[in-house]
């Protein structure tokens, strides 16, 4: 049974709960004024723009170079010449490539020897060789035996015929003379028209006869010898086969083309060779030597026969340029006037030069470095600046200036640390 409380009790429990919570105490205060409000987002945007301007005007700092290499621009004779690296070569030199396959049975000479022309180098041994050539004797021999054969049943066929026709020549002379006799007997009466066209019809069988077999012969001879014909060129075709494969034995045994002293000789014995393979040179120390330099393909369309060259040895000249560029270089031959100046030079040893492209002529120059490009860094004060300029040609350790920097300039020939705008010296 649910019991309700009286109504002055509920009263009083309301009014605790309320003195408890302090809601009664709350109220709502005034608004501050506008201009209260809009002065405090100036003065944070003020703040906040101040700290944006020191940010601003605060120096960025410059990066330094560290070991810098300076150099002053100086007016000076710039020489169009280029700084290469040249190899001796023979003049004249032979290539020993092997031309057959095999295994190297015996070395008679060594790496350094001189030889002549001639004399064994090293023999090979191939197996395989040996079997084709007596599978080949063989295949000859055979054909050979089939031509005799052929040829001995022509001659044996020939004979036979011979002695046919002769036959039916007979057959026909004796046919053609008593048609003779028995058609004048005919004409007079005396023999009957049955038995003269019997007669008649066996000279003319008899002479059909003989010209078919006439023709039947020449046939057959042609045929023979048409098989006889080709059977020959089967058999030269073998034997050239032959001559080949012998020829190919001899090249087994490898001789020197050329009298000259090897070099890179390095054939040893049980060493296994294929065709192309390099077993070494043959120079001529009689024939002298030259000089191959690469240069940059910059270069190639300026490079000439007879332009001159300098290098500890006296005077070179170019005799010949070989303009297939291979990984961006081109090739050029220099030989010298004097052979008899270089004769102690071995092939290849290298000799340092300076190749001549032009003239000497006044210009402003600046030493070459990988710092100087297009766009270098000009000392001023204790500072690098960068600048763009123009340059012309680059000579032996230097390069024309064109424009953007004069004389008593210091430039960093050095590679810059970084494209800013200023660095700093240490």
């Known amino acids: 049974m649910r019991m309700h409380a009286p109504e002055s009790l509920r009263l009083s429990s309301q009014e605790g709960a309320s003195a408890v919570s302090g809601a009664a105490m709350d109220r709502a205060l005034p608004q501050p004024p506008t201009w209260l409000r809009y002065s405090k987002h100036a003065v944070l945007t003020a703040l906040v723009l101040g700290a944006a301007f020191v940010a601003w005007r605060q120096p960025v700092p410059t990066r330094v170079v560290d070991s810098p290499r300076l150099a002053e621009v100086k007016f000076g004779q710039f020489r169009d010449e280029v700084a290469l690296r040249a190899r001796v070569e023979p003049v004249r030199s032979f ?7 095999g295994r190297v049975e015996a070395v008679f000479v060594k790496d350094g020897d001189l030889v002549n022309a001639g004399d064994p180098l090293y023999r090979l041994q191939s197996g395989e060789m040996e079997q084709q050539l007596l599978a080949r004797r063989a295949e000859v021999a055979q054909q050979l035996a089939n031509v005799s054969i052929e040829r001995s049943a022509q001659a044996a066929s020939l004979a036979q015929n011979r002695r046919v026709l002769l036959q039916l020549e007979a057959d026909f002379h004796t046919a053609d003379s008593r048609y003779r006799r028995t058609r004048k007997l005919a004409e007079a009466g005396y023999v009957s028209a049955i038995d003269f066209e019997d007669i008649e019809l066996r000279r003319e069988t008899s002479a059909e006869l003989l010209e078919q077999v ?22 030269e075709q073998l034997q050239y086969g032959l001559a080949a494969l012998e020829r190919a034995q001899e090249r087994l045994d490898r001789n020197a083309p050329m009298a000259g002293r090897l070099t890179g000789f390095q054939v040893r014995e049980g060493a296994s060779v294929s065709p192309g393979d390099r077993m070494g040179r043959i120079d001529d120390p009689d024939g002298g030597v030259q000089f191959v330099a690469e240069i940059d393909e910059y270069y190639l369309s300026r490079l000439s026969n007879g332009m001159e060259a300098t290098s500890n040895l006296g005077m070179l000249k170019v005799t010949q340029v070989l303009p297939d560029v291979r990984d961006g270089k081109a090739r050029a031959v220099l030989q010298q006037a004097e052979p008899s100046a270089v004769t102690q030079l071995r092939p ?3 000799v340092d030069i300076q190749l001549q492209m032009g003239d000497a002529v006044p210009a402003l120059l600046v030493p070459d ?11 001023e004060g204790d500072e690098l600046h960068r600048r763009t300029v123009r340059l012309g040609r680059r000579g032996t350790g230097y390069v024309e200036v064109l424009g953007g920097l004069r004389a008593g300039d210091v430039v960093l020939t050095s590679e810059p640390p970084s494209n800013a705008e200023r660095l700093a010296l240490p």
């Open 95 to 101: 290539q020993l490539d092997a031309i057959e396959a």
């Open 214 to 235: 006439r023709r039947d012969q020449r046939e057959e001879a042609r045929i023979r010898q048409v098989s006889i014909e080709e059977m020959a060129r089967a058999v």
């Open 348 to 350: 290849g040893q290298s």
């Open 369 to 379: 470095g990988p710092g100087v490009q297009s766009t270098l860094y000009v000392r």
